[in-house]
């Protein structure tokens, strides 16, 4: 299992590295493009989603469409445990996966719950484009996502299956125990992981882009919190938790439990904040803070990552906790930044 915390903890970068040369950056295509495009996503490893957004820019395709292509590489890959195929299951077996996507118009799609489709985001972005709705929920998403031509798929990989298996034997629902008791039953208790868990939870790719005609867009997809109740939706899908676009400010997206994010509407906050003249860095920030002062000492046991970029190109993130990284991908290549952190003390 290869996802984005465990890649990053575990390699310590050393891949990373190699990808992207002794300066931290690799080569990006369409370096002749004029403005500041720019492409940012959630964790270290989604270096490959930004490089196929950024081939997008590099076309002259429109930012809404670069991060749509850009999400979809995590969403295909069935060894990331945490968005799209391959995703592990809620309590009772089934992958569900929320996503949504919002241009630079303000025009925005979700859905949520939706289960067989391997490319989530595709049907959130027909929702903005072709219905009078914002958010699909369940059966009706997915019978919508059939009407477009959408192929039904099984999303339960065999590794993802083993894993929520192991997870019945005991069936602890408590968030923030259930990686003790998986690393209890399969005896690596020496394997000092954060919370979330690099193995057992939900990492969510968001991704936003800053194109040539200075237009935002962004997207943002998951497959959860590992063995949720079924029905549970964190804050990815939400408009304004784990995703706001705003053309005259900018972009911010989320990252890990998802029910502190929507409980300060998260990204919509950020960009409420960059209004005001805060750095896009300052700006996740005073999101974290919100959490913080919401949660108190409770605080340090969550994991809360922003990210986020003004209208001028300029990004920034933040989180509760150490360890949150995103890749960022401009002119000058690609490089993976490690944000600061409220505990990073």
Request: hydrophobic share 40%; glycine share 12%; charged share 20%.
């Amino acid at each position: 299992m290869l996802n984005s915390r465990k890649f990053i903890q575990f390699t310590g970068f050393t891949g990373l590295a190699t990808l992207l040369g002794k300066e931290g950056w690799s080569n990006a295509p369409g370096a002749g493009l004029k403005g500041k495009p720019i492409v940012i996503s959630t964790w270290g490893s989604n270096v490959r989603a930004n490089s196929e957004a950024w081939t997008q820019l590099a076309a002259g395709k429109p930012a809404i469409d670069a991060v749509v292509a850009g999400v979809q590489i995590p969403e295909a890959d069935p060894r990331d445990n945490s968005v799209g195929f391959g995703g592990l299951p809620d309590r009772d077996g089934h992958v569900t996966l929320d996503s949504c996507v919002m241009d630079h118009k303000g025009r925005c799609g979700a859905v949520m719950a939706l289960e067989h489709i391997m490319h989530p985001v595709l049907v959130a972005k027909a929702v903005m484009e072709q219905t009078p709705h914002v958010q699909l929920v369940g059966e009706g998403a997915l019978r919508f996502a059939l009407s477009l031509g959408m192929k039904k798929e099984n999303l339960l990989t065999p590794e993802s299956e083993k894993i929520w298996k192991d997870w019945l034997k005991n069936s602890r629902y408590d968030p923030m125990d259930t990686l003790k008791e998986f690393e209890k039953a399969n005896k690596k208790e020496s394997e000092p992981y954060p919370w979330p868990s690099p193995v057992l939870n939900h990492d969510t790719i968001g991704m936003v882009a800053l194109d040539n005609e200075g237009n935002l867009g962004g997207a943002c997809t998951t497959s959860g919190m590992a063995f949720k109740m079924n029905g549970r939706v964190g804050d990815s899908p939400i408009i304004g938790a784990g995703l706001f676009v705003d053309n005259e400010v900018g972009a911010a997206s989320a990252t890990g439990v998802g029910e502190e994010v929507v409980k300060v509407c998260g990204a919509h906050t950020i960009i409420e904040s960059m209004r005001r003249g805060l750095t896009p860095e300052a700006a996740c920030r005073e999101a974290i803070r919100r959490i913080v002062k919401n949660k108190g000492a409770e605080a340090k046991n969550v994991q809360v990552g922003f990210l986020a970029i003004n209208n001028k190109g300029q990004h920034g993130g933040f989180a509760i906790n150490k360890n949150f990284t995103y890749a960022v991908t401009t002119k000058e290549g690609t490089k993976v930044v490690t944000a600061k952190s409220w505990y990073d003390k």
